[in-house]
T-cell receptor, first 117, second 110 residues
Framework: EPEVTQTPSHQVTQMGQEVILRCVPISNHLYFYWYRQILGQKVEFLVSFYNNEISEKSEIFDDQFSVERPDGSNFTLKIRSTKLEDSAMYFC???????????????FGPGTRLTVL | QKEVEQNSGPLSVPEGAIASLNCTYSDRVSQSFFWYRQYSGKSPELIMS????GDKEDGRFTAQLNKASQYVSLLIRDSQPSDSATYLCAVKSTGNQFYFGTGTSLTVIP
C-alpha cells in the first residue's frame, strides 16, 4: 500500500540554523500539506500546496518558512532560522486523486522530530 | 479564531463496550469532517470522513454529523484494547485549511 515517507526521522539543529524537512507524498496525489505538533499539543496546520503553489497557509507559516516541490516526487519544508519554539514533530500529508470525488482526505507521513538546541 | 473542541479525557471503557467521542467546531461554514487515531509517538491515521448530516458507518466505527449543532461524534462498537489511542477530530474550513482538536485519549480496559 502506498504511503507518505519523510526524512529524516529526527533532526537536531542549533538555534538560528536552517533546516530542510523532506517528504515524498503518495504518487498521483494532488494536494500536499505540512503540519506540526508540539509535544503534548494539538496538530497545527501550517500550509497546503496544490498545482505547484501554496493554496492556504496559517498564521504560524511566517516568512521563516517556505515550501517547495523541487521535482515530481519530493515536497520540502524549509525553516530558515530555527528558534527554540520550532521544536516539534512535523508531519507531511498528501491527498486527492485526479478525478476523485473527495480531495480533502489526507494521509500522513510518519513525521520528522525537530529538536532545536 | 476557528476552534475544534474535544474532551481531552481520559475516557476509559471496558473491552467490548461502546466508546463515544465528541467534537464541536466553531466555523459554521465547515463542510468536511474527519476522525483520526493517533498512537503515542505516531502520526495521525485516518479513520473516517463525513460530509453530510446523519450517520456514516464503517465496520465498528460510526461517525455522526449535525451541522446545525456544529457537532461531530465517533462511536466505536465492540471496543478492543488495540483501540486505545488518542482520537483527533479535524475540520476543514473554507479554502484548504484544516483545524484539529486536542484529541480525546481512549483507554480500553481488557
Amino acid at each position: 500500500e502506498p504511503e507518505v515517507t519523510q526524512t529524516p526521522s529526527h533532526q537536531v539543529t542549533q538555534m538560528g540554523q536552517e533546516v530542510i524537512l523532506r517528504c515524498v507524498p503518495i504518487s498521483n496525489h494532488l494536494y500536499f500539506y505540512w503540519y506540526r505538533q508540539i509535544l503534548g499539543q494539538k496538530v497545527e496546520f501550517l500550509v497546503s500546496f496544490y498545482n505547484n503553489e501554496i493554496s492556504e497557509k496559517s498564521e504560524i507559516f511566517d516568512d521563516q518558512f517556505s515550501v517547495e516541490r523541487p521535482d515530481g516526487s519530493n515536497f520540502t519544508l524549509k525553516i530558515r532560522s530555527t528558534k527554540l519554539e520550532d521544536s516539534a514533530m512535523y508531519f507531511c500529508a498528501s491527498g486527492g486523486l485526479p478525478g476523485g470525488r473527495y480531495t480533502d482526505t489526507q494521509y500522513f507521513g510518519p513525521g520528522t522530530r525537530l529538536t532545536v538546541l | 479564531q476557528k476552534e475544534v473542541e474535544q474532551n481531552s479525557g481520559p475516557l476509559s471503557v471496558p473491552e467490548g463496550a461502546i466508546a463515544s467521542l465528541n467534537c464541536t467546531y466553531s466555523d459554521r461554514v465547515s463542510q468536511s469532517f474527519f476522525w483520526y487515531r493517533q498512537y503515542s509517538g505516531k502520526s495521525p491515521e485516518l479513520i473516517m470522513s463525513i460530509y453530510s448530516n446523519g450517520d456514516k458507518e464503517d465496520g465498528r466505527f460510526t461517525a455522526q454529523l449535525n451541522k446545525a449543532s456544529q457537532y461531530v461524534s465517533l462511536l466505536i462498537r465492540d471496543s478492543q484494547p488495540s483501540d486505545s489511542a488518542t482520537y483527533l477530530c479535524a475540520v476543514k474550513s473554507t479554502g484548504n485549511q484544516f483545524y484539529f482538536g486536542t484529541g480525546t485519549s481512549l483507554t480500553v480496559i481488557p
